[in-house]
């Protein structure tokens, strides 16, 4: 198993990204190809060391766009310029800028401060991913498309169920990538149909990024 992240991790290196959590996305994108074209604009959440944001940002091209968030800071090094950096917490912010659902594709990579108890660390991984939901309506346009890290357990079949109700096909999938021992699971949503009766979640302040122009 060593030998096999090894090689994620060598490729990594080889490739140009800023780690190996790379390939789980491009390998997302492998089994799902229409879920993020050219000129899209799209939501990274979670996003440091922004592997995934180098990802997204080759799928779009220069007229699309990457707003990138994450508690910590991500380096602009070697970022194109459709891509757009935000330190904050993404459930506290409006990455929309006030401007309504405006992405055509939302990714997360977040994941809870692992605890060591399996358990709890599942528990608090579905709230983010409930959280994250729950700001879709805010966040992405109808027919949309999602990507999100869970960590599996009791709560994984609740969280399935309800994003089969949101979307038109809503799958997990394990990357290759991922460690065969790791219990996270990358549920992929794909029209995205808004609840019209859903409450959104309280609102936040706007998060100015100098230059965005999500469209």
Same mark, same amino acid.
């Given at each position: =198993? !060593? +030998?096999?992240?090894?090689? &994620?991790?060598?490729?990594?290196?080889?490739?140009?990204?800023?780690?190996?959590?790379?390939?789980?996305?491009?390998?997302?994108?492998?089994?799902?190809?229409?879920?993020?074209?050219?000129?899209?604009?799209?939501?990274?959440?979670?996003?440091?060391? %922004?592997? &995934?944001?180098?990802?997204?940002?080759?799928?779009?091209?220069?007229? %699309?766009?990457?707003?990138?968030?994450?508690?910590?800071?991500? /380096?602009?090094?070697?970022?194109?310029?459709?891509?757009?950096?935000?330190?904050?917490?993404?459930?506290?912010?409006?990455?929309?800028?006030?401007?309504?659902?405006?992405?055509?594709?939302?990714?997360?990579? =977040?994941?809870?401060?692992? /605890? %060591?108890?399996?358990?709890?660390?599942?528990?608090? /991984?579905?709230?983010?991913?409930?959280?994250?939901?729950?700001?879709?309506?805010? &966040?992405?346009? @109808?027919?949309?498309?999602?990507? =999100?890290?869970?960590?599996? %357990?009791?709560?994984? @079949?609740?969280?399935?169920?309800?994003?089969?109700?949101?979307?038109?096909?809503?799958?997990?999938?394990?990357?290759?990538?991922? !460690?065969?021992?790791?219990?996270? =699971?990358?549920?992929?949503? +794909?029209?995205?149909?808004?609840?019209?009766?859903?409450?959104?979640?309280? /609102?936040?302040?706007? !998060?100015?990024?100098?230059? &965005?122009? @999500?469209?």
């Amino acid at each position: =198993m !060593r +030998e096999i992240q090894d090689h &994620w991790f060598r490729e990594a290196k080889k490739e140009g990204y800023r780690s190996r959590a790379a390939f789980k996305l491009l390998q997302v994108l492998q089994k799902r190809p229409a879920l993020m074209g050219r000129g899209s604009n799209v939501l990274d959440v979670g996003a440091a060391p %922004g592997s &995934w944001t180098q990802v997204a940002a080759k799928a779009v091209g220069p007229r %699309g766009g990457v707003y990138s968030v994450d508690l910590n800071p991500i /380096s602009p090094q070697g970022l194109p310029d459709q891509v757009r950096l935000v330190t904050a917490d993404a459930l506290q912010i409006d990455p929309t800028e006030g401007q309504g659902p405006v992405f055509d594709v939302v990714l997360s990579d =977040m994941a809870p401060a692992t /605890s %060591g108890h399996p358990s709890t660390d599942h528990l608090r /991984s579905v709230n983010l991913c409930n959280s994250l939901l729950d700001r879709l309506i805010l &966040w992405l346009r @109808p027919g949309g498309n999602l990507v =999100m890290k869970v960590f599996e %357990g009791s709560e994984y @079949p609740a969280l399935l169920a309800r994003g089969n109700a949101g979307f038109k096909r809503f799958k997990g999938f394990k990357p290759q990538a991922s !460690r065969a021992e790791s219990v996270e =699971m990358f549920l992929i949503g +794909e029209g995205f149909v808004p609840d019209p009766d859903q409450a959104p979640p309280e /609102s936040v302040a706007p !998060r100015r990024s100098r230059g &965005w122009n @999500p469209g």
